[in-house]
C-alpha cells in the first residue's frame, strides 16, 4: 500500500506564509496527478490546487496568485507554497495522489492525513 504524510501547517497570521509538504511512499510504480484540497469547520471539502506529472498546475478562483502548487518526482512529493493568507483559508488541507501500485499495476487515488493551518486576523 502507499500512504501520503503532510506536513507544515501552523498558525499564522494574515498576509503571511506558509509552505505545506506532502511525500507519498509505499509501494509505488507511479504518481500521476496530485493536489491540495481543503475543508473548512460546517463545509465541504473544496479543491485548491492540481499538478500532474508533468507540471500542468490547475487552481481555485479563491487562491489563485497566492499560491503555487510544485512537485519533485524524484521524491514523489508535492508542495504547496501559501503567501498573502487570509482568514478565509483557515482549514484542514489534505493532499491527495493518484497512485498505481507496484504489485497489483492499478491506479488508486489516495489522502493524506490532513494538517491544519489556521490564519489569524
Known amino acids: 500500500q502507499a500512504r501520503l504524510v503532510e506536513s507544515g501547517g501552523g498558525l499564522v497570521q494574515a498576509g503571511g506564509s506558509l509552505r505545506l509538504s506532502c511525500a507519498a511512499s509505499?509501494?509505488?510504480?507511479?504518481?500521476?496527478?496530485m493536489g491540495w484540497y481543503r475543508q473548512a469547520p460546517g463545509k465541504q471539502r473544496e479543491l485548491v490546487a492540481t499538478?500532474?506529472?508533468?507540471?500542468?498546475?490547475n487552481y481555485a478562483d479563491s487562491v489563485k496568485g497566492r499560491f503555487t502548487i510544485s512537485r519533485d518526482n524524484a521524491k514523489n512529493t508535492v508542495y504547496l507554497q501559501m503567501d498573502s493568507l487570509k482568514p478565509e483559508d483557515t482549514a484542514v488541507y489534505y493532499c491527495?495522489?493518484?497512485?498505481?501500485?507496484?504489485?497489483?499495476?492499478?491506479?488508486?487515488?489516495?489522502w493524506g492525513q490532513g494538517t491544519q493551518v489556521s490564519v489569524s486576523s
Open positions: 499538478i500532474t506529472s508533468g507540471g500542468s498546475t
Open positions: 509505499g509501494r509505488i510504480f507511479s504518481v500521476n496527478a
Open positions: 491527495n495522489a493518484d497512485i498505481m501500485n507496484i504489485d497489483t499495476m492499478r491506479w488508486n487515488g489516495h
